[in-house]
């Protein structure tokens, strides 16, 4: 298995780069980024399909876009060898794609907000090791993008986030193991990716607009 990672820090793009990088993307996809009122989730959703694109791309994997399928729980996949994930925080974007088992991804901006709001999501030993924590907030930042890559990998619903326990970076979840690592982005951005086994080769690159 082999993992390849993209990522994206964008600021607001000039009209005419934004509608060029549009028109690259198949018509679903642009009538659902032109329905977006604020530029920054118009901006991270088409970030987030260039990156894709580009990966598929350059990794000459034979798909597009339009070979995204969908599962009965709405988690959009290509086939059994080839799986992706995408995420977007503020002003970041980022999307693997794995060959050979399925992937899960999630990137947060680091944002001053009362934890205690989030109580019930986690676990009592989860809690107490965020309270405890030198940095109680990264902490939690740091469980909140491992409970949600894992989701994502697995396809369930962030309903589920109470019902997964991290216990160490293999994490039990239904009937299925998943590994986390944490990947390096930007200043101030958690991110965690998942993974069933750990890759032969993990390839991360930062792509400019």
Request: proline share 3%; charged share 25%.
């Amino acid at each position: 298995m082999d993992i390849c990672i993209y990522y994206a820090y964008f600021e607001k793009l000039p009209d005419e780069k934004f509608a060029a990088l549009l028109n690259d993307l198949p018509q679903n996809i642009q009538e659902r980024i032109k329905k977006f009122r604020r530029w920054q989730d118009a901006h991270a959703v088409l970030m987030g399909r260039q990156l894709l694109s580009r990966i598929l791309s350059d990794e000459h994997l034979g798909l597009g876009l339009d070979n995204v399928m969908y599962s009965s729980t709405g988690r959009p996949y290509f086939n059994e060898a080839i799986d992706f994930s995408i995420s977007h925080s503020a002003n970041i974007a980022v999307c693997a794609v794995s060959t050979g088992s399925k992937i899960g991804i999630d990137v947060e901006l680091i944002t001053d907000l009362d934890i205690n709001d989030y109580r019930t999501i986690f676990t009592e030993k989860e809690w107490n090791e965020i309270i405890n924590a030198v940095n109680p907030l990264v902490t939690f930042y740091r469980y909140w993008t491992i409970k949600e890559c894992i989701l994502k990998a697995d396809g369930a619903g962030i309903g589920e986030l109470a019902s997964l326990e991290i216990t160490n970076k293999q994490i039990k979840f239904k009937d299925n193991e998943w590994q986390v690592e944490e990947i390096f982005l930007e200043t101030n951005y958690v991110c965690h990716i998942a993974f069933p086994n750990r890759p032969a080769s993990m390839n991360i690159r930062k792509i400019v607009f």
